[in-house]
């Protein structure tokens, strides 16, 4: 289903647990308990059919990602992309907070007293 089918994990685990139900078992698989069993079977099952597996985490383009390369220069890029949508986040969380309570509070003070809470 993985592999053929493209589903993830999360919905694989809502069909099998459906066909659990269908034949008059519990449906007591998780998403940990599909994603394991994916992890021991598929490297066998691709083995068997004579093609090599590549574990989701090592493939470089899932689902339209693609790894990156992570650098001091990255990370401090992430830093600096946190820090701004912060500061833009707290004043729209101001701004919200003012409409709804009819208060005149800027972003620090919204910022400032949601970390006390």
């Known amino acids: 289903m993985r592999e053929q089918l493209g589903l993830d ?5 809502l069909r ?12 007591n698989l998780s998403n940990s308990g599909v994603a394991n069993r994916y992890n021991r079977t ?3 099952l691709f083995s068997a059919s004579g ?11 899932m689902n339209g990602r693609q790894k990156v390369a992570w650098s001091d220069k990255n990370d401090n890029i992430l830093v600096a992309c946190v820090k701004e ?12 907070f003012n409409e709804r ?3 005149n509070a800027d972003d620090e003070c919204v910022s400032s007293r949601y970390t006390m809470l």
């Open 101 to 103: 309570s009819g208060q």
């Open 51 to 61: 093609m090599s597996f590549v574990p989701l985490n090592e493939r470089g383009n």
């Open 16 to 27: 099998l647990n459906k066909e659990r139900i269908a034949k008059g078992k519990d449906p």
């Open 42 to 44: 598929a490297p066998v």
């Open 9 to 13: 994990f999360a919905e694989i685990r």
């Open 85 to 96: 949508f912060e500061a833009k986040k707290w004043a729209e969380v101001a701004a919200m």
